[in-house]
């Protein structure tokens, strides 16, 4: 599996392109920056086989209707944040306005575990707390899971903003440290750690352990 991060937009959210053999790609939080996400898969000869949202917050998704148009494939949101993702109360001006909705299939992952796209494999766990809808991405052959802003490396995601909850947030942090130590986490800004690191240094996740 290959994986390509770009970090885009002002909040400096990392968005993911992971493929296989097969060169179609998933693309992650599609946030912002659509012609250096296109200039990735340009690069790299790839197809867009889906579009994977972590989260329904602005700042992941406001260049996915750009990309939708010109690579057309399903979306992938957990029907809670599909619910406001698209609408009015989903902007942070001036940084991000309302996201455009493409003319899509939507897809709600929370409705199987294991998924298959292509020659890709991973699971969606549903990790709340951030947002009601908050999932995650895990690729349990390669060790590599794809957190949005449920779990960053030193600490977690906020639960001021409308639908956050810190006691749920606790049990998603919870589940994901229940993966094996040496999965690596890309988180959905900064830099990528790993479930044992953040076991043995992040206060949020030692008592989420507990």
Known sequence: M??????????????????????????????HDAADIEAVLRKNGLAVAAYLLTHGHADHLCALDELHRK????????????KWAFGQQNQIQPYYPVPGKPAT???HPEVSKDWKISDLRFQCLET???THGGVCYYFEKEKVVFT???????TCGRTDLPGGDGR??????????AL???????????ESTTIGYEKRTNFFMQQAAK
């Open 128 to 130: 709340p707390g951030h």
């Open 168 to 177: 749920i947030l606790a049990q998603s942090l919870k589940k994901l440290a």
């Open 71 to 82: 690579h057309p494939a399903p979306v992938y949101i957990h029907a809670e944040d599909y």
């Open 2 to 31: 290959n994986v390509e991060i770009l970090s885009v937009g002002p909040f400096e959210v990392n968005c993911a392109i992971v493929w296989g053999d097969a060169k179609q790609a998933l693309v992650i939080d599609p946030g």
């Open 105 to 107: 299939e939507f897809i």
């Open 180 to 190: 094996p130590d040496d999965v690596t986490v890309h988180a959905g800004h900064n």
């Open 148 to 154: 949005g802003d449920t779990l960053f490396k030193g």
